[in-house]
């Protein structure tokens, strides 16, 4: 995107040259697809195929039997998805329709700002996997509480660099989050239905606070009349997850092909303990 609006005028880039960059998803969509036909099943899936444990239909199962990690995982990544689409969708809008900068120049600060985000994602991921997952929450939800209104502050002030830092003050508190809304969402379901299950709680979050996202941000400039009311939405939100945090369990210590599933799931929801 920041390369074709670099080349191209407004007024082409307005009427065609923006489907482009969607084309180019077209032979990643085909990459991705070759990836995933050959990929093998995990070794925790194999196992349960092994003992002939398989689901028949997992979604009902997970539905039915862990509708509390459900919950949680669609709690806790409500505050990713709506991270993620603030920084990757509404931003440039943001930062050309509210405060007056240029097409490239927004689009070079939000390109700018994953630059730097994005490499510390698996950083963080790594540091979860030595203080554990909630810790991550904790500090991306308190960081989102803190920094989300100087970062639609910093970022409205008009240039570029502050368009950057103030993107950045948004993105480094989602960096924590995702990388333990990731993992925690696999580690807290049982092989049977742990795909099905992740793949509810996370895929209804970001639907209803990812893909509205733009929308709810743009709403609430145009009602409020205030610049920073989606930062102040990133706060609210980021405070309820804050307190989800606490009824979330550790997971992080727990293999995914540890022997008798069901009971030491049992004592996870029950107690949070983290056997090693």
């Not at 008009?158 to 924590?176: R, Y």
Request: charged share 10%.
């Amino acid at each position: 995107m920041l390369a074709f609006t670099a080349v191209m005028s407004d007024g082409a880039y307005a009427s065609w040259g923006w489907r482009i960059p969607f084309l180019v998803g077209g032979p990643l969509a085909l990459v991705g697809l070759w990836i995933r036909l050959r990929m093998e099943e995990t070794p925790a899936f194999r196992r349960v195929q092994s003992t002939e444990h398989v689901e028949g239909v997992p979604v009902r199962e997970a539905i039915r039997h862990h509708g509390r990690e459900i919950v949680l995982v669609f709690a806790i990544a409500s505050l990713s998805a709506l991270g993620a689409y603030t920084l990757g969708a509404y931003f440039v809008t943001y930062l050309q329709e509210v405060v007056g900068l240029d097409a490239t120049t927004a689009i070079l600060a939000n390109f700018t700002a994953f630059f730097v985000t994005v490499p510390l994602v698996p950083l963080v991921g790594a540091l979860g996997d030595r203080i554990g997952r909630k810790p991550l929450l904790f500090i991306g939800s308190v960081g989102f509480i803190v920094l989300s209104v100087p970062g639609y502050l910093l970022a409205g002030s008009g240039g570029l660099v502050t368009a950057i830092l103030g993107q950045l003050l948004v993105a480094l508190p989602w960096s924590f989050v995702v990388s333990a809304v990731v993992v925690t969402q696999v580690e807290i379901f049982p092989t049977k239905v742990r795909y099905s299950g992740a793949s509810v709680g996370y895929n209804v979050a970001y639907m209803i606070f990812g893909g509205t996202a733009p929308l709810v941000a743009t709403f609430l400039v145009a009602r409020t009349g205030s610049n920073i009311a989606p930062g102040i939405y990133l706060v609210a939100v980021a405070l309820v997850v804050f307190f989800v945090a606490f009824a979330v369990p550790e997971t992080y210590r727990f293999s995914l092909l540890r022997e008798g599933e069901e009971q030491h799931e049992d004592t996870l929801g029950a107690t949070g303990a983290r056997p090693s």
